[in-house]
């Protein structure tokens, strides 16, 4: 139930192309959603989050697509560019506790092809 | 921009060694975490330390390992007697709040290796 599944392992786009990411959950306690981008080498750094009350946000090229009923979150890429090449990992965390730790999903290795 | 430092990027050490992984958190953050992530696989939670006590602990985080603050800007991770299977980078991340819509920010991560 703590478990955070992400898809596809690794995913190869055309400079310009859309980036889908996908993610699902179970546990309905979870209620913050934020996806992290990880270059070679670096920490994990946050590139967007969203609350399950909005279905969707956006910022920039980045965007969250949020489906509470399926429990489900995506996060679009528009444009990608070769700079986007990095592992994204979706998180969750759940409030009201001593601790909003996160739930990292498995990866997604993204490729940008120029 | 304020960030979060590890040092050092890289520790080398024998097994059954002690190792200390430091931390500076960003300076006005209140909430402190350690997460590990083994090669090729997910960022796993360690430990979560609020006011000079640990918040939450994963099963992971067994007694081998412990956490510090030992003074107003550091914040390290202790393993007494390391084995092979801790190898790993090791990340540490602080918030202001503990609240879920806090964002946590990163370290570069301590690249642990056990001989």
């Known amino acids: 139930q703590q478990q955070v599944k992400q898809s596809p392992q690794s995913l190869i786009v055309q400079k310009g192309g859309i980036s889908i990411i996908n993610c699902a959950y179970e546990n309905t306690a979870f209620d913050y959603f934020p996806w992290y981008q990880q270059f070679p080498g670096k920490g994990p750094a946050l590139l967007i989050a969203?609350?399950?009350?909005?279905s969707e946000k956006k910022e920039g090229r980045f965007t969250i697509s949020f489906n509470k009923s399926a429990k489900q979150f995506s996060l679009h890429i528009m444009d990608s560019q070769p700079g986007d090449s990095a592992t994204y990992f979706c998180a969750a965390s759940m409030g009201g506790g001593a601790t909003n730790k996160l739930i990292f999903g498995t990866g997604t290795l993204l490729a940008v092809q120029p | 921009e304020p960030e979060v430092t590890q040092t050092p990027s890289h520790q080398v050490t024998q097994m059954g060694q002690e190792v200390i992984l430091r931390c500076v958190p960003i300076s006005n953050h209140l909430y402190f975490y350690w997460y590990r992530q083994i090669l090729g696989q997910k960022v796993e939670f360690l430990v979560s330390f609020y006011n000079n006590e640990i918040s939450e602990k994963s099963e992971i985080f067994d007694d081998q390992f412990s956490v510090e603050r030992p003074d107003g800007s550091n914040f390290t991770l202790k393993i007494r007697s390391t084995k092979l299977e801790d190898s790993a980078m090791y990340f540490c991340?602080?918030?202001?709040?503990?609240?879920?819509?806090?964002?946590?920010?990163f370290g570069d991560g301590t690249r642990l290796s056990i001989l």
């Open positions: 969203i609350r399950p009350d909005v």
């Open positions: 991340a602080s918030s202001v709040f503990q609240y879920s819509n806090q964002p946590q920010h």
